[in-house]
C-alpha cells in the first residue's frame, strides 16, 4: 500500500520567504508528527497531532512556524519569513495511533539561500 | 527529560563480522525504545522495538537487541555484518504517559569493509 508521502522533495528558498510543505500520511492513521533533521541539532519533534485534537506544538521552534491538518488527513507545514538556520530537512510520520510504529516519509529538503 | 545517547557517531565493521551499535537512555520510567535505520537520501524504517514484552527483541534484517534496566541501555546488535547495512542508526525513545513522541539520539554511521 501507499506509504506516507511528502511534497516537494526539495525546496531551494530565499531568505525571508515563507514555504509550505505537504505530508500526506497513510490512510486511516489518525496519529500525524513532523520532525526536522539538520547536521547541528540531529532529528527533534516539531509538532503532533492526534484526531480532532489540539495538537501539541511544544516542539515548534519559533512563532514563525506553524502546522494545520485539514479533515484528519493531510497535513502542511508552513514557515514564515524563513532564515539559514532553518535549512534541514523535514520529515513526517504517521501512526495508526499513539505507541504504534511510525512510519516515515521521505522527507523535503529545504534550502533557505 | 528523556535523552538518549548513542556511542559513536561512526562504527567500522567488515562484512561478516559482528554489528554492535550503543544506545542508552535516561529516564525514571523504562520507556518505549526503538531503533530506527535511515539509508542515503530516505526517511527513516523501524528495525524494531521494545514495548516492555520481551526483553530480547527481534528485528528486520538479522537485528536484534536487548534492553537492560539496569544498564538503562538497549545495544543493537547483528551477529554478521553485510555490505548492504551500510546506514545510519538512530536509537529512539518515547514515554510510556504520552502521546508517541520520539526522542532521537544523535545518530551512529555504519560502514562495512568488503
Known amino acids: 500500500g501507499a506509504g506516507v508521502s511528502q511534497s516537494p522533495s526539495n525546496k531551494v528558498t530565499e531568505k525571508g520567504k515563507d514555504v509550505e510543505l505537504r505530508c500526506d500520511p497513510i490512510?486511516?492513521?489518525?496519529?500525524l508528527y513532523w520532525y526536522r533533521q539538520s547536521l547541528g541539532q540531529g532529528l527533534e519533534f516539531l509538532i503532533y497531532f492526534q484526531g480532532n485534537s489540539a495538537p501539541d506544538k511544544s516542539g515548534l521552534p519559533s512563532d514563525r512556524f506553524s502546522a494545520e491538518r485539514t479533515g484528519g488527513s493531510v497535513s502542511t507545514l508552513t514557515i514564515q519569513r524563513t532564515q539559514q538556520e532553518d535549512s534541514a530537512v523535514y520529515l513526517c510520520a504517521s501512526s495508526l495511533a499513539r505507541h504504534y510504529e511510525q512510519y516515515f516519509g521521505p522527507g523535503t529538503r529545504l534550502t533557505v539561500t | 527529560a528523556q535523552s538518549v545517547t548513542q556511542l559513536g557517531s561512526h562504527v567500522s565493521v567488515s562484512e561478516g563480522a559482528l554489528v554492535l551499535l550503543r544506545c542508552n537512555y535516561s529516564s525514571s520510567v523504562p520507556p518505549y525504545l526503538f531503533w530506527y535505520v535511515q539509508y542515503p537520501n530516505q526517511g527513516l524504517q523501524l528495525l524494531l522495538k521494545y514495548t516492555s514484552a520481551a526483553t530480547l527483541v527481534k528485528g528486520i534484517n538479522g537485528f536484534e537487541a536487548e534492553f537492560k534496566k539496569s544498564e538503562t541501555s538497549f545495544h543493537l546488535t547483528k551477529p554478521s555484518a553485510h555490505m548492504s547495512d551500510a546506514a545510519e542508526y538512530f536509537c529512539a525513545v518515547s514515554e510510556q504517559t504520552s502521546y508517541g513522541k520520539l526522542t532521537f539520539g544523535q545518530g551512529t554511521i555504519l560502514t562495512v569493509h568488503p
Open positions: 490512510s486511516g492513521h489518525t496519529a
